[in-house]
C-alpha cells in the first residue's frame, strides 16, 4: 500500500500558489487590537534543524507585516510530542503558533498523542515541503572515491553486512518509511539510530560514529559547503539541481514510487477567534512571498517542489494524511489508536 498520497495531494493538484493571487498579499487589515504584543512560536524541534530554520526564515517577514516581535521557542524531544503540553496550556489567541510536520498526521494515527490536526487544531500554513536525500562522510572510504559517493557502494557494504549499516535517523514515520522503501527495493538492511537534536544527527555521521544520514537537502546543504557532507542518493524521481551530480532513485536506479516529503507547517489552536485565524492565513501567505524569504528558499534548495499551501489547502493534506497513515499502519501491522480500529 502506498504511503504517499498525503504528499502528493497538494503538489499534483496544485494548490496553494493560486492563493496568492488575491487578497493574501494586499494591505492585510487587522482584527481589532491584533496583535498588540509579542507572538510565540513553538518549534516541536531542536535548534540548527529544518523546522527551526523554516521558523527562523518567517520571523522577520511575519514581524514586519504585523509590527509586534516574533519570539522562537524550540521544545525538541519525544519524536516531535514533548513540545504538546505548553502549546496546549496557552490561551486560545493567536499570541501561541504551533510550528510541527507531516508527523502530526503519523503520531496521531498511532496512538502517540491525541490532538487531531484539523479537528483539535486549525491549519494556517504549510511553508516547507522538501524531500529527502541520503548523506555520507566524505573521508569514508568504503563509499566515496574521487571525491565522488556512490550508492552502489553503500549497498554493496549492506547487503555484504546485513543490519550493519547505520542510519543516523529521527523517530518520525517519514523518514522511517522512506528507509523501509529503500531496503525493500535495493535489497538490504540497515541499522536505524534515532536522534530528536538536529546537530547529534548531523554529528553522528560527520564525526565518523554513523554510516549514512537520512535528511532533507536544504538543512544540511551549508555542511556539504563546508565539505562535511557529500550527498550519496536524491530520493527523487530525477536528480536535484543542487546536486547534479548526485544519482537519484527514480532516474538512475528505476525506482517507481513517489517519495515521501517532508512537510513544516503552523497550527493555531481550534476555538482561537475566526478573525485570528483568518488574519494569520493572509500574514503567512504574503511573509512566505517576501523577498527575504524566497531567497531563503532558494538558497535551502526548498523551491524543488512548491512548497507553500493555506489554511484551507493545508487542511485538506492533513486530513488525507490521516487517512492514509490509517491504511498503512493497519496493513503493516503498526500500532493504531483506538478510536481507528
Not at 179 to 191: D, I, N, P, V
Not at 249 to 268: E, H
Amino acid at each position: 500500500m502506498k504511503l504517499n498520497t498525503l504528499f502528493t495531494y497538494g503538489i499534483a493538484a496544485g494548490l496553494g500558489l493560486a492563493g496568492f493571487a488575491g487578497s493574501a498579499l494586499a494591505d492585510i487589515k487587522k482584527p481589532g487590537a491584533y496583535p498588540k504584543r509579542p507572538i510565540t512560536i513553538i518549534v516541536c524541534y531542536g535548534k540548527g534543524g529544518g523546522s527551526d530554520q523554516a521558523v527562523a526564515a518567517m520571523q522577520g517577514p511575519l514581524s514586519k507585516i504585523m509590527g509586534v516581535k516574533v519570539n522562537k521557542i524550540n521544545k525538541p524531544g519525544g519524536g516531535g510530542v514533548n513540545c504538546l503540553p505548553d502549546f496546549q496550556q496557552a490561551p486560545a489567541d493567536g499570541y501561541t503558533i504551533l510550528q510541527h510536520g507531516d508527523g502530526m498526521a503519523s503520531k496521531y494515527v498511532s496512538g502517540d498523542m491525541d490532538l487531531h490536526p484539523t479537528k483539535d487544531l486549525t491549519p494556517i500554513a504549510i511553508t516547507n515541503v522538501a524531500p529527502t536525500a541520503m548523506f555520507v562522510n566524505p573521508k569514508d572510504d568504503r563509499f566515496v572515491s574521487g571525491g565522488m559517493a556512490s550508492w552502489d557502494k553503500v549497498v554493496a557494504y549492506a547487503k555484504a553486512n546485513p543490519g550493519k549499516l547505520n542510519v543516523s535517523n529521527i523517530n518520525v514515520a517519514m523518514e522511517l518509511a522512506t528507509m523501509g522503501k529503500l531496503e525493500e527495493y535495493f535489497g538490504f538492511t540497515s541499522k536505524q539510530v534515532m536522534f530528536d537534536k538536529p546537530a547529534q544527527r548531523y554529528g553522528a555521521v560527520i564525526g565518523g560514529k554513523l554510516d549514512v544520514l537520512m535528511e532533507q537537502p536544504g538543512d544540511v546543504i551549508k555542511h556539504v559547503q563546508a565539505g562535511k557532507l557529500l550527498p550519496v542518493i536524491a530520493i527523487w524521481p530525477e536528480r536535484f539541481k543542487v546536486f547534479a551530480d548526485t544519482k537519484a532513485t527514480g532516474a538512475d536506479y528505476g525506482m517507481k514510487w513517489n517519495p515521501l516529503l517532508r512537510i513544516r507547517s503552523f497550527w493555531v489552536k481550534s476555538d482561537t477567534p475566526q478573525e485570528i485565524k483568518d488574519y494569520l492565513d493572509a500574514v503567512f501567505a504574503k511573509a512566505y512571498q517576501g523577498d527575504d524569504h524566497q531567497a531563503f528558499l532558494k538558497r535551502k534548495a526548498l523551491d524543488i517542489v512548491n512548497s507553500y499551501y493555506g489554511s484551507k489547502d493545508m487542511a485538506k493534506i492533513f486530513n488525507e494524511a490521516v487517512s492514509t497513515y490509517a491504511k498503512v499502519f493497519k496493513a503493516t501491522g503498526q500500532r493504531v489508536r483506538k478510536d481507528m480500529k
